[in-house]
């Protein structure tokens, strides 16, 4: 069973820059899509990006289009998630998640991903 482990939050300045990594580990993970999501406090989880196994399709949520980019290195088994020009609503923790299926069509579902990494908190101060 992989497991995934999430890294590289911390607290930012407004407009500031974060890279998170989430590394995964025994089991597969270069064939299968990955995401990120996000969740604030006393809101619902949320999708954030999405990445297919050869990295050469991605799907981001709408309102995070140009500020953040997923990026994966499937030699080093990690997936990471570039947030640039922070603001003090994407303050959240960000999880990465597999997705259940091989497939080439990203999904932004929450129940489509299986397993998921124990999130890492990302605060924007304002």
């Known amino acids: 069973q992989v497991q995934l482990t999430e890294s590289g939050g911390g607290l930012v300045q407004a407009g500031g820059s974060l890279r998170l990594s989430c590394a995964a580990s025994?089991?597969?993970?270069?064939?299968?899509?990955m995401g990120w999501f996000r969740q604030a406090p006393g809101k619902e989880r949320e999708f954030v990006a999405a990445?297919?196994?050869?990295?050469?399709?991605?799907r981001y949520a709408d309102s995070l289009k140009g500020r953040f980019t997923i990026s994966r290195d499937n030699a080093k088994n990690t997936v990471y998630l570039q947030m640039n020009g922070l603001k003090p609503e994407d303050t959240a923790v960000y999880y990465c998640?597999?997705?259940?299926?091989?497939?080439?069509?990203?999904?932004?579902?929450?129940?489509?991903?299986?397993?998921w990494g124990q999130g890492t908190q990302v605060t924007v101060s304002s």
């Open positions: 998640a597999r997705d259940r299926a091989l497939r080439n069509v990203l999904t932004t579902e929450r129940y489509e991903y299986k397993i």
């Open positions: 990445i297919n196994w050869g990295a050469s399709i991605t």
């Open positions: 025994g089991g597969s993970f270069s064939t299968y899509p």
